[in-house]
């Protein structure tokens, strides 16, 4: 699955990856689709409910090499 636009995430610590998503997102028009990589376990509970509470979806989610990989489509 491809994302409209792929956000860095590696090595970051919580709460950064959020903050660098919710400033990707807002980068977007509705109904695309951001790519984020990230390897902070923590980001998979963060990234879903933040979804969530935002109005977006969380379309897939993968663990690849240690990197976690999300795609959430802008609400």
């Known amino acids: 699955m491809n994302g409209d636009k792929v956000l860095d995430a ?3 610590a919580c709460p ?3 903050v660098n998503t919710k400033k990707a997102m807002n980068e977007l028009q509705s109904g695309q689709v951001l790519e984020i ?3 902070d376990k ?3 509970n963060d990234l879903a409910a933040w979804a969530k509470s935002g109005g977006h979806e969380l379309v897939k989610h993968e663990e690849e090499n240690e990197v ?3 795609w ?3 609400g």
Do not use: E, R, V
């Open 72 to 74: 959430i489509k802008k």
């Open 16 to 18: 950064m990856p959020i």
């Open 42 to 44: 923590g980001a998979k």
């Open 37 to 39: 990589h990230a390897t």
């Open 68 to 70: 976690l990989k999300f």
């Open 10 to 12: 590696k090595g970051l």
